[in-house]
């Protein structure tokens, strides 16, 4: 008994470690630091401005519901993980809703797309009456 318990650990600790790092591998901001950058950053939401150069990349990663707003024009094509993909253009001032998701991007066009990603965190509780 004593010896599959001493196999059980290393292994429980280890699927921990691979989960921690899986989900932090999963942040656009560790996955893309050369196309993300955190501009802010509160208990309710998170605001990244993203670069994305003509042909710029970025792995797959995760989101919580959040917009993007273009600040360029341009076209970014997410992958997600099934091997589906859909292109996703705008104008400057142009907003989108997504839902939460996680996908691969890449700018698809021959300009800079630069954008505002806002993530939605949990909602703040109802306050006490």
Avoid at 1 to 8: D, E, G, P, S, T
Avoid at 45 to 51: C, G, L, T, Y
Avoid at 52 to 61: D, E, M, R, Y
């Amino acid at each position: 008994m004593k010896n599959r318990f001493c196999l059980i650990v290393p292994v429980v600790f280890g699927l921990l470690f691979l989960q921690t790092s899986l989900s932090l591998a999963d942040d656009p901001l560790t996955v893309g630091p050369d196309v993300y950058k955190l501009k802010f950053e509160n208990d309710r939401v998170r605001v990244m401005e993203i670069a994305f150069v003509p042909g710029a990349k970025i792995a797959t990663h995760s989101h919580p519901d959040h917009t993007a707003t273009f600040v360029t024009a341009g076209t970014l094509k997410l992958t997600y993980p099934d091997g589906t993909s859909k292109d996703i253009s705008g104008n400057p001032g142009d907003t989108i809703f997504i839902p939460a998701e996680t996908h691969a991007a890449e700018n698809i066009g021959t300009t800079e797309v630069k954008g505002i990603v806002v993530e939605l965190k949990e909602s703040r509780p109802a306050p006490a009456e």
